[in-house]
Structures are given as structure tokens and as C-alpha cells.
């Protein structure tokens, strides 16, 4: 969000934690502008901090015309000296998955893996590399996961010009209360990857300049946001049940949103996890104590698997044929658990268990 | 030139510009319509795709050239937009005059504007924009209806003519006055046509809407109403108030970043001290807040004054005395049914029975409430079969306390079961405080013989020296527990279910004799006053992160204390004062992802021996094997046993048997 909305935005925001006490927020004030200056950035947008066993990264974003270009990102350990983050790459974010943990504190950490197995191990020594990581390198993984998440906004706020370029919507005055309530007001501010699935009759409704992202109505898993009217219903705040620390915030009818991030950068995985099985989403939803499929056209009613993937973080493993009645194990929960225990039993793996 | 005057009239007099831009508008309408449906029924063959772009381009040209008044003036908003010194009023004026010129023209029943016409093919190739020598006004006239008269039909779908709406365009922008009107002229052509809709036509009066916030206002503000006399006297009574001053201690967390919002907090003030008025109360405190996925829990840490808690016993009673029922009914079930499969000999493990209140993981009373202003809940007393339970699960709250906890294990109770199991575990975990602010009563003297529970009753040292923030800072060894910590078992004083069960069910001694070798050992847990130091961290990370408010002035630095264990749980100490505060999703912090407890393996129906199992049929050639084996038995013992002969013969038979 804009540093000078930073004090309000705080106000609205605040659950709890902000990770800014009141000499960090003084700095930032005067800090973040000067940051401005010496980059030459457009405008800067405070993102939030991410909180570490010994220190905090408080993190800032560059933006230039475009707003939906790649952002030039920068941290700081003190809100007054900031540095500049290298872009993410796939390799990094791949690499940051592995690791477990609180954030260190200090960016020249490196990460040493003892516990990533065998194939990795080689895959990695092939490829003549350490086996270490360094935190800011899974700092820049993690925001890049984090932004690319849950970075929202509100429907209209954000438009697309007839060249491609994004730009602030002058003509955005709020959501209203009814459109604040509802998940399909929201979008990713990423590349949208939903968009094009759509069919020709949902697509219908969109206006191609201000609909050119992903809503949050059909975000995997569903139940991964809490939408929440706050300080007597004026405000509307959102959180990140995925990235607990993510809050949104928007105050309806007006031009004030944006959203702060501060937390441990630790991706909640218990609620539920979709992994691909055939080109189905296997879904297992530990709130409610259900595992479904998701077929290709959206529907759970598969009758059954034959053959069952499960997943080792970072692997997969075949387990045969199985046959799994698909029905029983949305019947009975404790059904899906006997089915894992079965495959324990069967395989020489120690323990399975959800993801 | 009149006209430009009244053009660059000061912008002050609005109103009166206003009023001739109406009867402007007035005077020409009507007339226009008219000539309008007039020429619509003349024009309509004339106008046939080839001519428009003409008509346009002769329209535009003309008025660049700015020979005719009229065209001049026309031309003027259109193409310069900013930095023309003319204004809404003066266009619309200018074009109802127009508009009046161009009826009179009409009533000279000109026909449509024809290729063969002079006027036409201006812009053949060869001709400049502006060098051209035209030849006659009147046909740049004829050529400018014309091209207004295009212009001024209107659509079939909305109704609404392209000139009309350009006059609404321009008159807004020039009212208005956008920086960069060209970058948005789409959107504000856009309003327009939405603003067109919103004519309200009827003469029924809206309702006037009510919005969900006005409802939450109203119970906020009744938290500003002053309470009645008589209870302000009681506390006066009672001489201390136990209200905290929470504005005071979310002033220091508020130093180091953690904390609602101000008027929140003054909203939740506010709350507490209804509740403590409203109940009788010793102690109080604003515990934290814990996040939910519909609403949020604000909660209040109390102590009732002692011999006022007798509600809730009864409550319990009440409870167990429905399971009394329900037990009563199965035996009859079994009663009835003798025909019965035998009882099944599996005896659950002796209920760990929930620690008195006042003691232990109930010393405290918890009330919450979603909203501050809202009615407080009392939360019943945690069961040691919920912590525990507790400890396996890792459920997000909804914000309904009478919400069901879908879990494996079950959880024995609802969501208010639920938050009281985790606040209980947060406190036993996350509620420290300063070295030597607390210390153990003195009236204790013989805590060696209680063993390793240790002595649960301090006090507030008189003579507590604080220690500066940076000595706060430097080493975890300066704080310490305050709240004692949670056994396995689900209590903070072990109790050991063995003894209990022995003397009640003498009958059963002999079963028990079995069990009692093993005996139990008692758990223990840190004592109480324990310091921080001694926490066991989550593998590498240790249990708190310790940081100062300010680094730069430190004579006023505040020590803030975050847990890892429980992340969302502060403690701050500054001098004196200290404090403890949650503000979180009431989940424990776990290494990777949370794994739930697989379910017990299932029972064994039957011993599984070579008695019962099915052996596997023998493959051709072990038959083939066997049957030369037989033979050369046969071959051995010559002489010929008839029994022998008739075991091959059974054999054979066996054969034929498998090949069916």
C-alpha cells in the first residue's frame, strides 16, 4: 500500500500483530520516500514483513508505470536501510519449498539441507551446486508465493488499457456493501490463470478492460478466505487462511484497499492441499474431514480411482491398483483414514498422512 | 462577438448561466424535433453509407475553416477541449442557435444532399484542408445540416441521438473540469449514458436503506451510556475496582507494534467494564483476541469473588446426571436383549476427572463475546479429556460458540469446549512474567514434600526491583512462567486415575491386579516461577523472540517479548509493568504441516492360525512330484501292500477331481 496511506491502512488492518512499532512506522514514513527518489520508482508500496527468529524483514515494493509489470522488491531490517532483492526464479522458489521453519533473520544465512532425501540430493549434485540456500533467497521465494497467492484487489480498482499496460482505475469508488460481501469481487493481481478456462457464457459478463484477472470466488480450496465486515461493518477485511499474517482491507464506497502482509512466511497446508491425480484435483479438506475429487468439469462425483498417486512432498509414488469407492469416503471420514491405513499396510511406507 | 462575450463571462454567476443554457435549450428543442422527424422522412434514402463519411468530413472541414459563424462556433469545444476559454453554456447556447439556423434552412425543403450537388467531393485528392477556394457559403451550410442532421438521429435501441450526447459529454467535462478529459473520455461518455437511466420517474418514495452498521452502532453506543447510580456506589464499596486499565497496557504494546487499533481497544475497555459491573468479580483482564473464519473472539480473563460461582456446579450436575441417564438406559437395552452377543470386555480408561475451579487450568473464568458491546458468554470449565484431545487437533475457529468440531479424534464437546481447552493451553504456555515480580506466599513452607507439582500459590513481591528493558532483552532467564504448566494427562496437578477406580469398584479387584503392576508414573511439569530459559524449543528454534520498542533511545525502550510456540502470543515489560497479551488463530505452531492421528488399528476378529487358513492349491508339478515320488515308493515295497494300491487309487481319483 502507499506509505501515505500506511497510518489508516494500519488502523483498519490491525489483527493483532503489525510488526511495526511506532519508531519503525515513523522511519518508514520518511525512509520509503526517499527510496523513491534514489530508484526512481513510479510510486512505492510498503508489502508487509515477514517475521524471523531473530530479526524481522520488512519489505517494500518498486513500481513503475505499469502496474502490473514485475515489481522491483527490497528489505530491510530496520525500515531505514534497504536493499534490493533479486527477481524470483523458478528454481528459487522450487528450492525455498523444501525448507522448513522460521525465517532466520539475517539474509546471509544459508540453509543447510539434511533433510532433503536421497534423489534430491543427487539431482542437486549433478547439477555441481552446494546443498545450501541462502535466506534471502527463499525471502524472495516466498514473497514472490505470497504475492502471487493472495495479492488482491478489488474488482474495477485496477484496469487494462487498450495497449496492455495497467493502470489505477481513476473512475473506482468502492465496492459496494452487497459486492463487498461476495469473493467474486476480488481478484489476484497476477497473471490470470483461470481466465482462459472460462467458457464463453461466463465470459460473457466481463468486461475486458477491468475483468482481466482471476476472481477469488473459485480459489482452490474453497474456504481459504474469511471475508469479514469489522469495526462496526464499515470495514470490510479479508484474511488469508493459506498465508495466515495476509490481511486485505477495504473500506466499501470508498477508494481505500490495499493489504499488508506480517507473519512467519509459512504456507498453512493442513486445511487442505489440491494435488493433481490423472488431471483430476485430489483435494483433501482437513476442516471438514473430506477428501474429493475434482473432475474435470468441476464435479466431485467420481465413483472411483483405480490408480491412487500419493504424494511424498516432492515425489510420487505409485501404489498399484486400488480400487477406492469414491462415495464412501465422502460418507464416512473416518472411511478415508481406514483406506490410508490399508495402503500403510500394504506398501512399506511408515506412516502416510494427509497433505 | 456577443456571443463570445457572454462566453467569457466570469464562472462566478453559474447560476444565471445555468438558466439561459435551459431556455436556451428550451427555445431550440421543440423546434428541432420537429424539423428533425421532417427531415428524417425526406433524408431517410439519401442517407446511405457512401455519403456519411462525407457528410462528416465536410461537416468538420467547414467548421474549421470558420467562414460561417455558426460552423465557427459549432467547431470551437470539439476538437480543442482545453484551453478554449468558453464554457458549457456557451456551446449549448451557441448550438441551440445553431440549431435554430439550421430549422430555418430546412424550411427551405432542400432535399438530400446529392454527389452532384455543389459542395460535394471537397476532399477529392488534390484538394488541401485548408487552401481550397469554396466556391459558395450556401453549400458549406447545406453540407453542415447535413452532417448534423446524421447526427442527430437517434438510435433505435437506446433512443438516445449522437449529437445530444456529445453536448452532455462536452457540458460535463467543461463543468467538471477532469485533468486529461481526452485519457477518459470514454468513461465519462459512459456516465453519461448511465446517468441517463437513473431519472427517477415515479412518484412512489424510496426506502430509506438500512445498512447492517447502523445495527452494530446502536450496541456500541450503549456502551457509552453511563450505568445507574446504585452500581457505582456498590464499587465505590467496594473501595477496589478491578477494572485494568487496558489503555494503559495496549499503550506499551503499542510500542512495540502489537495491538488493535485505538478506538477498539477503548471499545473493549469499555466492554469490560460493563461485564465487571454487571458481574461480581475479583480480578479482570482483556486476555486477547483469537481470529475466527466468521467472527472474531474477544476475550476476558476473570476471577470470581470467592462463594459466588455456585451456578456453574449446579450446571455440571445437571450434566452428569444425563449421562447417568443415558447410561441407565443402555443397561436396560442390554437388559431386554439377552439373546445378546456377549459383552464386550473392552473397559474405557478411567475418566481423568476436570480440576475444581479456581485450581489449576480453571483458576480462571474466561467470558467472550464477537463484538465489544456485545452480550460477554461465560465459557464452561476445560475437561482434561479436551486438552488432551485439544493437542491432536488443529481446527480454525468459525466465531459461533455453539459450533460443532468435526474432528479425528472427536473432540468431546463444542467450539466454547474448544476455545476454553486452547486458552487454557496458551495461558499455561505463553503467560509469563518479570523475574521476581511474583513470589512464592510464605505461609508454604513444606513444598519439598508436595513434590515435583510444586507449590501453586504466589503473590506480588513488595519488594520487586524491575530490571531495566535491556537486561529484559539480553537473556530469557530474567522472566518466567506464571501460569503452571499443563500435564499429559490434561491437568496442571497429576492425579492418578488408578487409586480412584481401586476404591470405588472393590468388586473388580482381581481385574485390576493385572493393571496395577504397571504402575503409573506421575507425570511431572516444570514448577511454577520456572524461567523462560528452561523452554524447549521446536527443534531449532527457539521458544521467543525477545526485541526492543526503540533502539535509539533506549532510557524509555520497551522489552517485547513474542512466543514461537504459540505465535500471536506477546508479553511487554517496562519497569514495573508488565503484560500478557493473544492475538491470534489459537493454533499452536507446528514444524511442517499438521498430521492427524491415524486411527487406531482395527480389532482382530478371530486368533489368524495355520488352523484356519486356507492353504494354497499345489501347482502341476509338485502333483507331478509327488505322484513319482509315490510311484518309487510303490516300486520299493514291491510285495504289495493293498493298502498302498488303494491310496494311489484314491490319488487317481483326486486327479481327475482337480482336472474337472
Known amino acids: ?355 | 462577438e456577443e456571443r463570445k462575450e457572454a462566453g467569457r463571462a466570469p464562472p462566478a454567476d453559474k447560476q444565471a448561466r445555468r438558466a439561459a443554457r435551459a431556455a436556451a435549450e428550451w427555445s431550440g428543442a421543440p423546434a428541432q424535433r420537429e424539423w428533425e422527424r421532417q427531415r428524417q422522412q425526406v433524408q431517410k434514402p439519401s442517407l446511405c453509407p457512401v455519403n456519411r463519411p462525407r457528410e462528416l468530413q465536410q461537416f468538420h472541414r467547414l467548421s474549421l475553416k470558420a467562414s460561417l459563424p455558426t460552423a465557427e462556433a459549432n467547431s470551437r469545444p470539439a476538437p480543442s477541449g482545453n484551453g478554449c476559454p468558453g464554457n458549457g453554456c456557451r456551446f449549448t447556447s451557441v448550438a441551440s442557435e445553431a440549431e435554430g439556423l439550421l430549422g430555418r434552412l430546412a424550411m427551405a425543403e432542400h432535399g438530400p444532399y446529392l454527389p452532384h450537388e455543389p459542395g460535394y467531393g471537397l476532399y477529392q485528392p488534390g484538394y488541401g484542408l485548408f487552401d481550397d477556394q469554396t466556391p459558395d457559403p450556401d453549400h458549406r451550410m447545406l453540407a453542415c445540416q447535413n452532417a448534423k442532421a446524421y447526427l442527430l438521429q437517434s438510435s433505435l435501441t437506446s433512443g438516445l441521438n449522437l449529437y445530444d450526447h456529445l453536448v452532455n459529454v462536452l457540458t460535463k467535462i467543461l463543468d467538471e473540469r477532469p485533468a486529461n478529459p481526452v485519457d477518459i473520455f470514454e468513461n465519462i461518455s459512459k456516465d453519461v449514458k448511465a446517468a441517463q437511466f437513473q431519472k427517477k420517474m415515479d412518484t412512489l418514495r424510496d426506502e430509506h436503506e438500512i445498512l447492517p452498521s447502523f445495527e452494530s452502532a446502536e450496541i456500541r453506543r450503549n456502551l457509552f451510556f453511563k450505568s445507574d447510580a446504585g452500581d457505582e456506589e456498590r464499587e465505590e464499596e467496594l473501595g477496589e475496582i478491578p477494572l485494568p486499565n487496558v489503555m494503559e497496557t495496549a499503550f506499551y504494546f503499542e510500542q512495540g507494534g502489537i495491538g488493535l487499533s485505538r478506538d477498539e481497544t477503548y471499545l473493549i475497555f469499555l466492554a469490560l467494564k460493563k461485564l465487571v459491573s454487571v458481574q461480581p468479580i475479583q480480578t479482570c483482564r482483556f486476555w486477547g483476541r483469537i481470529l475466527g473464519r466468521e467472527k472474531n473472539y474477544i476475550i476476558a480473563e476473570v476471577q470470581f469473588r470467592e462463594g459466588e460461582e455456585e451456578e456453574e456446579t449446579e450446571e455440571e450436575e445437571v450434566i452428569d446426571e444425563g449421562d447417568k441417564r443415558m447410561d441407565e438406559v443402555e443397561d436396560e437395552d442390554e437388559e431386554k436383549e439377552k439373546n445378546e452377543p456377549p459383552k464386550s470386555t473392552y473397559k474405557p480408561p478411567p475418566v481423568i476427572p476436570k480440576e475444581e475451579n479456581g485450581t489449576g487450568a480453571n483458576k480462571h473464568v474466561y467470558f467472550v463475546c464477537n463484538e465489544p458491546g456485545e452480550p460477554w458468554v461465560k465459557l464452561p470449565p476445560v475437561t482434561p479429556a479436551q486438552i488432551v484431545c485439544a493437542r491432536k487437533i488443529k481446527k480454525f475457529f468459525t466465531g459461533r460458540l455453539d459450533a460443532p468440531i468435526v474432528s479425528f479424534p472427536p473432540f468431546p464437546g463444542n467450539e466454547a469446549n474448544y476455545l476454553r481447552a486452547q486458552i487454557a493451553r496458551i495461558s499455561a504456555g505463553t503467560h509469563v512474567s518479570p523475574l521476581g515480580y511474583y513470589r512464592f506466599s510464605e505461609e508454604e513452607g513444606d513444598e519439598d514434600e508436595e513434590g515435583g507439582g510444586g507449590r501453586d500459590d504466589y503473590e506480588e513481591n513488595p519488594d520487586f526491583e524491575p530490571l531495566s528493558a535491556f537486561e529484559m532483552v539480553e537473556s530469557l532467564s530474567t522472566w518466567v512462567h506464571h501460569v503452571p504448566s499443563i500435564l499429559k494427562q490434561g491437568r496442571c496437578v497429576w492425579f492418578n486415575p488408578l487409586q480412584k477406580t481401586e476404591e470405588e469398584e472393590g468388586e473388580e479387584e482381581e481385574e485390576e491386579k493385572d493393571e496395577v503392576p504397571d504402575e503409573l508414573q506421575q507425570e511431572t511439569g516444570p514448577p511454577l516461577l520456572t524461567p523462560l530459559s528452561e523452554d524447549e524449543g521446536i527443534q531449532n528454534i527457539p521458544a521467543w523472540t525477545v526485541s526492543l520498542s526503540t533502539r535509539l533511545i533506549p532510557q524509555y525502550a520497551v522489552a517485547i517479548l513474542r512466543s514461537n510456540r504459540w505465535p500471536g502470543a506477546y508479553a511487554f515489560a517496562c519497569g514495573t509493568k508488565f503484560g500478557n497479551i493473544y492475538f491470534g488463530w489459537g493454533h499452536k505452531y507446528s514444524l511442517g504441516n499438521h498430521t492427524p492421528a491415524l486411527p487406531p488399528p482395527v480389532q482382530p476378529e478371530y486368533p489368524n492360525g495355520p488352523e484356519i487358513r486356507e492353504a494354497a492349491d499345489p501347482t502341476v508339478e509338485e502333483e507331478l512330484a509327488f505322484k513319482a515320488a509315490q510311484e518309487q515308493k510303490a516300486l520299493e515295497g514291491m510285495e504289495g501292500e493293498e493298502e498302498e494300491e488303494e491310496e494311489e487309487f484314491e490319488e487317481d481319483e483326486e486327479e481327475e477331481e482337480e482336472d474337472d
Open chain 1, 1 to 355: 500500500m502507499e506509505p501515505a496511506a500506511l497510518p489508516t491502512a494500519l488502523q483498519l488492518a490491525a489483527s493483532g500483530d503489525t510488526g511495526l512499532s511506532l519508531e519503525k512506522r515513523a522511519a518508514l514514513g520518511a525512509s520509503l520516500l526517499l527510496l523513491q527518489r534514489d530508484y526512481r520508482f513510479e510510486r512505492v508500496w510498503f508489502w508487509g514483513c515477514i517475521q524471523g527468529v531473530r530479526g524481522t524483514y520488512y519489505i517494500a515494493q518498486g513500481l513503475g508505470p505499469d502496474l502490473a509489470a514485475p515489481r522491483s522488491r527490497l528489505y530491510s531490517l530496520n525500515c531505514v536501510e534497504w536493499s534490493l532483492l533479486p527477481p524470483a526464479t523458478v528454481e528459487m522458489v522450487e528450492q525455498a519449498a523444501l525448507l522448513k521453519g522460521l525465517f532466520q533473520g539475517d539474509p546471509s544465512f544459508e540453509y543447510e539441507y539434511a533433510e532433503v532425501n536421497a534423489e534430491d540430493d543427487e539431482r542437486f549434485l549433478e547439477d555441481g551446486k552446494e546443498l545450501t540456500i541462502k535466506e534471502e533467497n527463499r525471502l524472495v521465494a516466498t514473497i514472490e508465493q505470497i504475492d502471487r497467492a493472495v495479492g488482491i484487489i478489488p474488482r474495477r480498482a485496477f484496469m487494462k488499457t487498450p495497449l496492455g499496460s495497467v493502470h489505477e482505475n481513476r473512475n473506482f469508488e468502492g465496492l459496494s456493501l452487497t459486492e463487498a460481501k461476495k469473493l467474486s469481487s476480488y481478484f489476484h493481481f497476477t497473471e490470470p490463470v483461470n481466465l482462459k478456462n472460462k467458457t464463453l457464457l461466463e465470459k460473457a459478463d466481463l468486461d475486458p478492460s477491468t475483468d482481466f484477472l482471476d476472481s477469488l470466488e473459485h480459489d482452490v480450496p474453497q474456504g481459504s478466505w474469511t471475508v469479514q465486515f469489522e469495526k462496526g461493518g464499515t470495514v470490510v477485511v479479508l484474511r488469508s487462511l493459506l498465508w495466515l499474517g495476509l490481511t486485505f482491507y477495504h473500506v466499501p464506497m470508498t477508494k481505500q484497499y490495499g493489504y499488508i502482509y506480517c507473519g512467519t512466511g509459512w504456507k498453512i497446508k493442513h486445511i487442505c492441499q489440491p494435488k493433481t491425480i490423472l488431471g483430476r484435483t485430489l483435494i483433501t479438506d482437513m476442516e471438514n474431514m473430506k477428501i474429493y475429487l475434482q473432475g474435470e468439469k468441476a464435479s466431485p462425483v467420481v465413483k472411483n480411482i483405480n490408480v491412487l498417486y500419493l504424494l511424498d512432498p516432492g515425489r510420487m509414488h505409485k501404489l498399484g491398483i486400488l480400487k477406492w469407492m469414491w462415495k464412501k469416503c465422502t460418507c464416512l471420514p473416518t472411511t478415508a483414514m481406514h483406506f490410508l491405513l490399508q495402503i500403510t499396510d500394504s506398501t512399506d511406507f511408515k506412516n502416510i498422512s494427509f497433505w
